[in-house]
DNA sequence: CGGCATCCATTTTGATACTG
DNA sequence: CAGTATCAAAATGGATGCCG
């Protein structure tokens, strides 16, 4: 039941743990924070409660994943990503800055997207050059969904949640926000097009533009 | 036959393509160069005539990889990564560096090495900051594979085949260059015990040590 | 050598029903 | 909600035979 390509190579040690179907799309939802079984299911459409189960457990005897307790209120089980799990956002992001520029053509009729998958596409596109001495609090509300990008001096922090102390809030509805994302509209084309409103400092709202930077799209092969 | 996550998300698209079983470690053969079928197969144990043909199939279909012929007097056929193929190096070597960090005990009693793979090895552990205004040509010699890495001011370019102008050549057997690629001992340790040894530039031989950092090992789960 | 095709045993998966 | 248990469908692997 533990197939190994039996080969001594980092990459494929790597692969005989993390390369199972699903289980980087697993680590890539724990990366933006810690999350409830019944919230990964609905995250992965076509992973089952069986196979989730055995891949949490793999993650689990491997020291990358943890099952924890959400802090009160909420006190429900969760499952978390250890210090050895974040270290495998590098793979993530590596996987999501191919994909944008070569991939990325407009969403299938049958394609799901949620809100959270663009979290890390920012940690993907952010230009850490271009943001020294910035220092930003972005929030973006997209329907229900919240989540916010802390920027200082080229570092910068994407999470679920709201922001602490927001400079800036923009908010749509997801369809848009999906646009923006993929780069098939812009954020000042929404704002315009009043399917997204923006609240704050003007200027910090204009810098976002230079933070994120798509890549150039080389191909759309199918 | 081609079962998609059915996501809007750029890794989920990228791991469509190029996460089945196999696929990696394929590409992964591919960045140090071009390979014919019949090495293909002997570097990918397990891996079957029916299945390699699939997975080159699904790489020429999406522009990754591509059939070209050796240059003669080989003129045989061979594979070679297309250039949205060689931007996939960052993935296996993201893959290569979380495995170097946390997976690299001792090698198995069943598992096999291939020096190639230290060629990956080398260009992720290479350290671009130590290298700023070195210029280096060096050659390795694993019994009878040859390959080089030449570095020049902070960029580095590892392959297989001999180099053109060396500067200094380190010969050594299959067993002594896996244990030095994995930390397992030392080049130094290896020349005093004679089961390496080095001809060139004195200088730049100790300079090895400081272009090349294995990351610190944190931990041997099983 | 460089493949493609076929057959078959074994694994992995996906869907669904079920329990504490 | 958080999983277990079950079963059918699909993917994989290994061997082998064929052909240019």
Redesign the pocket.
């Known amino acids: 039941?533990?197939?190994s390509y039996g080969q001594y190579c980092a990459t494929a040690r790597t692969l005989d743990i993390i390369g199972?179907?699903?289980t980087l799309l697993l680590i890539r939802e724990l990366l933006t924070g810690p999350r409830?079984?019944?919230d990964l299911l609905s995250n992965l459409p076509?992973?089952?409660?069986?196979?989730l189960?055995a891949r949490l457990k793999r993650l689990e005897h491997y020291d990358i994943a943890r099952?924890t307790l959400l802090p009160p209120p909420a006190s429900?089980?969760?499952y978390a990503l250890t210090p050895a799990g974040k270290e495998l956002e590098p793979v993530v992001l590596a996987l999501a800055t191919w994909g944008m520029k070569h991939l990325m053509d407009a969403p299938g009729d049958d394609e799901v997207f949620e809100p959270s998958w663009a979290v890390l596409g920012m940690r993907a596109c952010f230009d850490a050059q271009a943001a020294t001495g910035v220092r930003a609090s972005y929030e973006f509300r997209v329907d229900d969904d919240r989540f916010h990008a802390d920027i200082d001096d080229g570092t910068i922090n994407v999470a679920a949640g709201p922001a602490h102390q927001p400079d800036a809030v923009i908010s749509t509805d997801r369809v848009t926000f999906r646009d923006i994302a993929s780069g098939h509209t812009t954020l000042p084309d929404a704002l315009r097009a009043n399917t997204a409103t923006a609240t704050g400092d003007r200027a910090l709202l204009r810098e976002l533009a230079r933070l994120f930077r798509l890549p150039d799209r080389a191909r759309a092969s199918s």
Chains 1, 2 share one sequence.
């Open positions: 039941v533990d197939r199972e179907r699903w409830r079984f019944k076509g992973l089952s409660t069986g196979l189960t099952k429900t089980p969760a």
